[in-house]
């Protein structure tokens, strides 16, 4: 009888957290790090014309660069691993580098923040948030290269000739493999292996490898 007795009333080992549940530490590192892209984009929008004017041969192809604007998103999934975190970290970023100053308008900038993270988020929740390899980062980075051309097209762009379209379109999804992809792959990896992320799932994985 005593022996049933404490079986019941011992007390249960807590439940496990779940890996999609967003701690403190996700929300800072998270806001650190759309803070961090933030002044970046801010940066890079105050040398765009200087930067894109030797793309401007072949109209379109300026898509390549801009998706340096669209990395945050990446690079906040694949360093927190949880649902949302591309869209947090770019809408973060857009919205700092709107409140810095932008010449695209402050409303314009983080819709286009939103958008841009919602396509590189699509391709990870494809992959249930357990794909975080190289390729999967390249295609979230052609994802959000993407969301960001048919945002453009539609808002800046309407009425523009096919040509251009399909050079923008492609451009940006290129480029957004490379520079939104295998970039923020690069970015996370090396935090990683520094020691910084060992309170994430993307810093346990690194050690596991070594």
Do not use: C, H
Request: hydrophobic share 60%; proline share 4%.
């Amino acid at each position: 009888m005593s022996t049933r007795t404490e079986t019941l009333t011992q007390p249960q080992a807590p439940a496990a957290p779940s890996r999609f549940r967003w701690r403190v530490v996700d929300i800072v590192v998270a806001s650190v790090l759309g803070v961090a892209a933030g002044i970046v984009f801010w940066a890079w929008g105050l040398g765009w014309s200087a930067i894109s004017a030797p793309f401007q041969f072949l109209p379109g192809l300026q898509a390549s660069l801009a998706t340096l604007w669209v990395a945050a998103g990446v690079l906040g999934a694949l360093v927190i691993r949880k649902p949302g975190a591309a869209i947090f970290v770019e809408t973060v970023a857009a919205a700092v580098s709107a409140l810095v100053g932008t010449q695209w308008g402050g409303f314009l900038t983080i819709e286009a923040g939103i958008v841009q993270g919602l396509g590189a988020e699509i391709i990870f929740l494809l992959f249930f948030y357990r794909v975080w390899n190289l390729p999967v980062a390249m295609l979230a980075g052609a994802g959000a290269g993407l969301a960001m051309a048919i945002n453009d097209l539609v808002l800046w762009y309407p009425g523009s000739a096919f040509g251009f379209v399909a050079v923008y379109t492609i451009s940006a999804l290129v480029g957004g493999a490379i520079v939104a992809g295998v970039l923020p792959w690069l970015a996370a990896t090396g935090l990683a292996r520094t020691g910084a992320l060992d309170r994430f799932a993307s810093g346990r994985a690194s050690a596991r490898r070594v």
